[in-house]
């Protein structure tokens, strides 16, 4: 840190540092160098991911990173000094580069401080209001903290549980003013001003807080994260819940341990006290991986861009990061392609796109964008999307473009067809179609059909879904059809109902016979895949699907035509979705701790959990689990039965 400047300001070389202070010293002065020499001719260069991306292809150590944002921090804590012109560019690249990359490696301290000292010198008006406003709730907030502070460590220790801190804050101006902009607030609006974090000895006690928290105040529903079952990508591991205190103040409480407090403030720099200081080095620990893997790539890789491309797709797992000819950056999924890159730029350059140039070259529209790929767009005016781009693409954007475009193009056909059909068949019986329209004859039969407008009518049966003859009979006088054409049974009523342009959803079930027919869970009992299921056709909706042993199925049996037969299909991966569980246990210290962390043992994500006692003395634990499958779900039930103390 002290010699950061050292080779830029003054004739000292890095050969020289390397013989005074050794190569390890000089290898990060140099990158430090580097960075410093970076230059920028557009704005669109400015952009917060561009910046990252230059700054990371750079540095073939991270810790040159950490010294250069002790220097930023350093030189934005004496940024009154600079024009007010300085000022502002200086503090944006610190919120769009700096701060975001301190986030990137997990380092929350800093990152808190960038972001309020470039709060400060971009919006000085909205800072000072919000500073003001706070500073003079302050004393009253910290008041209520402390009053907080002393309730839970009572309460904690009560239950035997070892607290190694518990510390009490007023959330950082910046993090305000974020929060009244998302939600359109004013700060009057802000409940939540106040946080609580709970430090602990281990994970278990994070859970037996965390048990503790929500049997003596009340949790606010949907609020509850548990990041130390499943880690961010930053390494970031606590519990975060949010709970409403006795005067109906809400405050957020975030419960970790000693070594998980220290990697949230410090981030990947906390990996490194460990490493030198041969602490809490577990060859499997998850938590060291990550350092394990970037120490290997600095032995094994001599090109630092190689070296860098593998630690920012670590950083950024799932994305790449591209740019336009004239320098703007298109954030992608890994895996992207030019198609996914035109969507993202707009719809329409995503239908005209006929090819692409990436750094110059032509590819394949299926090519696999890579880091920093300079990607060109070749488009041509009137050109459409084929269906083919569906096997390749991976955006949400560019799949639901495609598919809403497709949608509409065969739509525009089908009903193009269904009135050919129809005006034919209508023919047999010396009808025109011009007339059955003119009388608002077709109006009326697409009602009964249970469509909206006649334009559906003839959709459903351009797609081959409504019979033609069908249709026709409704105009015809009985008498004057075939015999085989005057009846329909009550089960061909329903069919055609059920045979509307509804297609399969996301649910991984199917009507036996039919593969086309939009279907969806019933919300009064959610079954879950590999369960017993029945089909019932509803009035517009499609096929709903009921668990056999779901209450209102005996009611749904009084109309047996609508009862379908229905499979979950094999082979495909259903979504994971919300089950509630009711846990009934003796009323013990530690109980929900237990249960959650039986939950958590088995890599099932808890969405909310709360707990009462009932009148008889038992504890009641409410749960809201991820749940994939049927099987999934025995193996949850199968372990929280194991927790001792456990009734129902």
Not at 516 to 538: F, H, S
Not at 634 to 640: D, F, K, P, Q, Y
Request: glycine fraction near 6%.
């Amino acid at each position: 840190g002290l010699l950061h400047d050292v080779v830029e300001d003054t004739e000292t070389t890095v050969e020289q540092i390397e013989g005074y202070f050794g190569p390890d010293i000089a290898h990060i002065v140099d990158g430090l160098t580097k960075l410093s020499q970076l230059s920028y001719t557009s704005r669109e260069e400015q952009q917060a991911e561009s910046m990252r991306k230059m700054l990371l292809a750079m540095v073939d150590d991270i810790r040159v990173i950490l010294v250069k944002l002790a220097d930023r921090l350093n030189n934005m804590r004496t940024l009154n000094h600079l024009p007010r012109e300085k000022q502002i560019r200086i503090a944006q690249e610190t919120l769009d580069v700096y701060a975001a990359i301190a986030h990137r490696l997990g380092m929350g301290r800093i990152r808190g401080e960038l972001e309020d000292l470039s709060f400060r010198y971009l919006y000085p008006e909205d800072y000072d209001r919000i500073r003001d406003a706070v500073g003079k709730r302050r004393q009253a907030l910290e008041s209520t903290l402390e009053g907080l502070k002393t309730r839970i460590r009572t309460q904690l220790e009560e239950n035997d549980i070892q607290v190694v801190d518990i510390q009490g804050r007023v959330k950082r101006l910046y993090s305000i003013y974020l929060k009244m902009k998302r939600q359109k607030v004013s700060l009057e609006q802000i409940y939540d001003l106040i946080a609580v974090r709970i430090i602990t000895t281990s994970v278990r006690d994070c859970y037996a807080a965390l048990g503790v928290m929500h049997t003596h105040w009340t949790p606010v529903p949907g609020r509850f994260k548990d990041w130390v079952a499943t880690p961010r990508e930053n390494m970031y591991q606590s519990i975060h819940t949010s709970i409403i205190g006795d005067g109906g103040q809400t405050f957020e409480v975030q419960i970790r341990t000693e070594e998980m407090q220290q990697i949230a403030e410090e981030g990947i720099a906390a990996h490194w006290k460990y490493k030198e200081g041969h602490r809490g080095q577990h060859p499997e620990d998850k938590t060291y991986r990550w350092l394990r893997q970037l120490v290997e790539w600095q032995q094994e890789v001599k090109d630092p861009r190689e070296f860098l491309d593998d630690l920012k797709l670590d950083l950024y797992p799932s994305e790449v990061f591209a740019f336009t000819p004239k320098g703007k950056v298109i954030e992608l999924p890994r895996g992207a392609t030019p198609v996914d890159f035109a969507y993202a730029i707009h719809s329409e350059v995503g239908h005209n796109c006929t090819g692409a140039k990436v750094n110059g070259r032509l590819v394949q529209l299926k090519y696999q964008i890579r880091n920093g790929d300079v990607i060109e767009i070749i488009t041509t005016p009137g050109h459409r999307p084929s269906r083919d781009w569906l096997k390749f693409v991976v955006t949400n954007r560019a799949l639901n473009r495609i598919r809403k475009w497709l949608r509409e193009q065969e739509r525009i056909e089908a009903i193009e067809l269904g009135k050919k059909l129809v005006e034919k068949e209508a023919g047999r019986f010396k009808l025109r179609l011009k007339k059955l329209l003119a009388a608002d004859l077709l109006p009326k039969v697409a009602s009964e059909y249970g469509f909206g407008k006649v334009d559906d009518l003839f959709a459903s049966v351009g797609y081959g879904k409504t019979p033609t003859r069908s249709v026709v009979s409704r105009f015809v006088p009985a008498d004057a059809l075939p015999p085989d054409e005057r009846s329909a049974s009550k089960f061909d009523q329903v069919a055609r109902v059920v045979k509307k342009a509804l297609r399969l959803g996301d649910v991984p079930i199917r009507v036996k016979g039919a593969d086309d027919l939009m279907v969806y869970r019933a919300q009064c009992c959610n079954p879950i895949r590999g369960e017993p299921v029945i089909g019932y056709v509803t009035r517009g909706k499609g096929v709903a699907i009921h668990a056999v042993h779901c209450s209102n199925v005996p009611g749904l049996k009084v109309n047996r035509e609508r009862i379908v037969d229905v499979e979950w299909v094999k082979g495909e991966e259903g979504q994971a979705y919300a089950v509630p569980l009711q846990v009934l246990v003796e009323d013990r210290p530690g109980a929900l701790a237990d249960v959650t962390q039986a939950i958590a043992a088995i890599k099932t994500n808890i969405r909310d959990a709360s707990a009462n006692v009932n009148t008889n003395g038992q504890g009641e634990l409410t749960f809201t689990v991820e749940i994939m499958d049927l099987k999934h779900l025995e193996r949850v039930i199968s372990a929280i039965k194991s927790v001792a103390g456990v009734i129902d």
